[in-house]
């Protein structure tokens, strides 16, 4: 009798190998950068996707678009264009990167306002966003953005239906717990419990092709980036982005790695390597800790290898993921990095783990003043 076969640990994206092993590794435009893009392992793009537009619809004076494209592995992304109602002229643009959260079921819909939003995306951002949807504010404000499900998250997740072995007997565990605390689990609640053991084996699959969760991640974000530059009316000399908690460190790593970001905002998503040991690594996903990166510098470090950018560093003095300590050495390597340069702004704020209100207006009028879109015309139905 033949044993049982194994279900696949890279459901929807058996792909994902062959596309690593045949395409170069990403061309940075400089030697830091390229050494930053090797560290990471992040996968050259092939030619720029077919995009298929969904559906377009305007309300309150942002016209919001649905769009798709399939890159050259795994499952098609999805992501959502924002822009000022019936604003002809070039604007500048801002790419906006979600957070981790602990929720892969869903990606960047909890940054925009949409008509058929899933709980999980409501319940992500009333926990991390203030209530806020992220990217259509920027919008309002005079941007075009873009927000899209990044590789492993949303429409880019992977195939958990039938979970591989690991992951399998930690969800039976978690099912158990659920039963006897008498919770009634939801699809995105199944999904994600999964998804967060699952994160181990994505790890060790891009470890064993050379990559990393960071580097696959920022591959992903590399192409929406340049599917940005290319939208009609967008100002390819004014783009940025923008990132909270493990977006940040995504809006981070880009400026990084792209000459085209002239600024970043990087929310909840900055401390020295040295002061996550020994307690607080544990809090951390592999977004944050690939292999080797120490190697480079230090995480503030990282920042000198951007071609352009300017950065706004925003950290919460409770947050729970981050020593204090570890935030105000960062603090001020990045002072001393960027002394007389103009390019780093730091600021501190009350609170724990969220990117509330005031962080995100915060965040808007540094990027009015990095990126300057021009004004709005008013019309008596709003911003056009």
């Given at each position: 009798m033949s044993p049982t076969p194994r279900p696949s640990a890279i459901a929807g994206y058996e792909d994902w190998p062959a596309y690593v092993r045949s395409n170069p590794r990403h061309r940075a435009s400089t030697a830091a950068a390229q050494e930053f893009s090797d560290a990471l392992g992040v996968p050259g793009s092939l030619a720029p996707p077919e995009v298929t537009v969904h559906w377009e619809q305007t309300h309150d004076g942002a016209t919001t678009s649905q769009l798709s494209w399939q890159l050259g592995f795994g499952p098609?992304?999805?992501?959502?264009?924002?822009?000022?109602?019936?604003h002809p002229v070039p604007l500048p643009a801002v790419l906006a990167l979600h957070c981790h959260g602990g929720n892969k079921f869903g990606g960047a819909d909890r940054l925009v306002e949409l008509p058929d939003n899933h709980p999980s995306a409501?319940?992500?951002?009333?926990?991390?966003?203030?209530?806020?949807?992220?990217?259509?504010?920027?919008?309002?404000?005079?941007?075009?953005?873009?927000?899209?499900?990044?590789?492993?998250?949303?429409?880019?997740?992977?195939?958990?239906?039938?979970?591989?072995?690991?992951?399998?007997?930690?969800?039976?565990?978690?099912?158990?717990?659920?039963?006897?605390?008498?919770?009634?689990?939801?699809?995105?609640?199944?999904?994600?419990?999964?998804?967060?053991?699952h994160e181990d084996t994505v790890?060790?699959?891009?470890?064993?092709?050379?990559?990393?969760?960071?580097?696959?991640?920022?591959?992903?974000?590399?192409?929406?980036l340049e599917l940005l530059a290319a939208q009609p009316g967008v100002d390819q000399d004014r783009l940025g982005c923008i990132g909270f908690s493990g977006?940040?460190?995504?809006?981070?790593?880009?400026?990084?790695?792209s000459p085209r970001i002239r600024a970043s905002v990087v929310a909840c998503m900055m401390t020295t390597f040295e002061s996550l040991l020994p307690a607080y690594l544990d809090a951390?996903?592999?977004?944050?800790?690939?292999?080797?990166?120490?190697?480079l510098g230090d995480w503030p470090e990282l920042t000198g290898r951007s071609a352009a950018a300017r950065f706004l560093v925003q950290y919460a003095?409770?947050?729970?993921?981050?020593?204090?300590?570890g935030m105000r050495q960062a603090h001020q390597l990045l002072e001393s990095i960027?002394?007389?340069?103009?390019?780093?702004?730091?600021?501190?704020?009350?609170?724990?783990?969220?990117?509330?209100?005031?962080?995100?207006?915060?965040?808007?009028?540094?990027?009015?003043?990095?990126?300057?879109?021009?004004?709005l015309q008013n019309t008596p139905q709003g911003p056009r």
């Open positions: 098609r992304t999805t992501g959502w264009l924002v822009r000022p109602a019936g409501a319940s992500a951002r009333a926990g991390h966003y203030d209530g806020r949807a992220l990217a259509t504010g920027i919008a309002r404000k005079g941007f075009v953005v873009l927000a899209h499900n990044t590789f492993a998250w949303g429409s880019r997740r992977f195939d958990l239906t039938t979970a591989p072995w690991r992951t399998a007997a930690a969800v039976t565990a978690q099912r158990a717990q659920w039963r006897e605390d008498g919770v009634v689990p939801s699809a995105a609640d199944e999904y994600n419990a999964a998804a967060g053991f790890a060790k699959t891009a470890g064993l092709l050379g990559t990393s969760l960071a580097g696959m991640v920022a591959h992903d974000d590399l192409a929406a977006g940040g460190g995504r809006s981070l790593t880009l400026a990084a790695l951390h996903s592999w977004l944050l800790q690939t292999p080797g990166l120490w190697k003095l409770g947050d729970e993921l981050f020593p204090e300590d960027h002394a007389g340069t103009g390019r780093y702004t730091g600021s501190f704020w009350p609170g724990g783990h969220v990117f509330t209100a005031a962080m995100q207006d915060e965040a808007l009028e540094f990027l009015a003043q990095a990126l300057p879109p021009p004004p």
